[in-house]
């Protein structure tokens, strides 16, 4: 019986800080029980050695946040089967997305010693809003199992198994008691999608939602308990306006108490 062809993955970079492929990387040991299945077959983060397109799966880490970028994601998307997107960057427009709120001309002339040689747009933005995705994974980083699992999920043709529930979940499952109920401690965790195990809460922080916003979140209320408990409209601002500050949920959230 002639055996299976191996399905090819491509890695792509966008502007990001690379971590997301790193978790990709920290999965050596994982991969190689489907090496008999999958074929790296671009991964410049890994090696230099590449195969022609098309490629079956496609993993885009980053945001768009360049002419030439937005360009280039029309030939990702048209060389690979399917399109995932992972992490901040490549699902909300990750950190660099604060610029949607302001001037980036004001950024490029206090931070370039020449500003007249930086070719950017004026907003970072998702895959999403530039081609169609068939999954996104959120994360910053992502959560290493959960890229292995739909990583699998497209090997096998089906729907990945990540969970949407919130935050407050794992902190329950681990048995880390509320900050903002025990301290006051403004917190993202009512809103924000699990994936990293609750870590901040179990040291005594808040969430900052470096998972992105979770399933329907209801920030109004989360809003409301947090005012109730001492942030003012400024500090809620700040609070929705960190990894994931161009998701439509936290956008929305900073733009009403901007407003406010």
Same mark, same amino acid.
């Given at each position: 019986?002639?055996t299976p062809?191996r399905q *090819?993955?491509?890695?792509?970079k966008?502007?990001s800080?690379?971590g997301c492929?790193? %978790?990709l990387?920290?999965?050596?040991?994982?991969?190689?029980l489907?090496?008999?299945?999958?074929?790296?077959?671009?991964?410049l983060e890994a090696? &230099?050695?590449?195969v022609?397109?098309?490629?079956d799966?496609?993993?885009?880490?980053?945001s768009?946040t360049? !002419? +030439?970028?937005?360009?280039?994601?029309?030939?990702?998307r048209? &060389? &690979?089967?399917a399109?995932?997107?992972?992490?901040?960057?490549? *699902?909300?427009?990750?950190?660099?997305?604060l610029r949607n709120f302001? =001037?980036?001309?004001?950024?490029?002339q206090?931070v370039?010693a020449e500003?007249?040689?930086?070719? *950017?747009?004026?907003t970072?933005t998702p895959?999403?809003?530039? #081609?169609?995705?068939?999954f996104?994974?959120h994360?910053?980083?992502?959560?290493?199992?959960q890229?292995l699992? #739909?990583i699998?999920?497209?090997?096998a043709r089906?729907r990945?198994?990540?969970r949407? +529930? %919130? #935050?407050?979940?794992?902190c329950?499952?681990?048995?880390t008691?509320?900050?903002?109920v025990? +301290?006051?401690?403004?917190?993202?965790?009512?809103? *924000?999608? !699990?994936g990293?195990?609750?870590?901040?809460?179990a040291?005594d922080?808040?969430?900052?939602g470096?998972?992105g916003?979770?399933?329907?979140?209801n920030t109004?209320a989360l &809003?409301r308990q947090?005012?109730?408990?001492? %942030? =003012?409209?400024? =500090?809620?601002v700040?609070v929705y306006r960190t990894?994931?500050?161009g998701?439509?949920?936290?956008?929305?959230a900073?733009e009403?108490?901007e407003r406010g």
């Amino acid at each position: 019986m002639s055996t299976p062809r191996r399905q *090819t993955l491509a890695v792509w970079k966008f502007a990001s800080c690379d971590g997301c492929q790193l %978790s990709l990387l920290d999965c050596e040991d994982e991969l190689l029980l489907l090496a008999d299945r999958l074929q790296i077959a671009y991964f410049l983060e890994a090696t &230099s050695a590449t195969v022609e397109g098309p490629y079956d799966i496609s993993i885009v880490e980053g945001s768009i946040t360049t !002419a +030439h970028d937005a360009e280039r994601i029309q030939e990702v998307r048209r &060389s &690979s089967r399917a399109l995932i997107t992972i992490g901040a960057c490549a *699902t909300a427009g990750g950190i660099q997305a604060l610029r949607n709120f302001a =001037d980036v001309e004001d950024f490029t002339q206090i931070v370039y010693a020449e500003p007249d040689y930086i070719s *950017t747009l004026a907003t970072s933005t998702p895959i999403s809003a530039h #081609v169609p995705v068939d999954f996104e994974l959120h994360g910053c980083p992502i959560n290493k199992q959960q890229l292995l699992e #739909v990583i699998a999920a497209q090997l096998a043709r089906r729907r990945p198994r990540v969970r949407a +529930h %919130s #935050v407050c979940v794992e902190c329950k499952r681990r048995g880390t008691v509320c900050v903002m109920v025990a +301290h006051g401690t403004p917190c993202l965790g009512p809103v *924000t999608h !699990a994936g990293c195990g609750a870590i901040c809460p179990a040291y005594d922080r808040g969430c900052y939602g470096c998972y992105g916003p979770m399933e329907a979140p209801n920030t109004a209320a989360l &809003s409301r308990q947090m005012s109730q408990q001492g %942030s =003012d409209e400024v =500090d809620l601002v700040r609070v929705y306006r960190t990894f994931y500050a161009g998701a439509e949920p936290f956008r929305r959230a900073g733009e009403a108490h901007e407003r406010g």
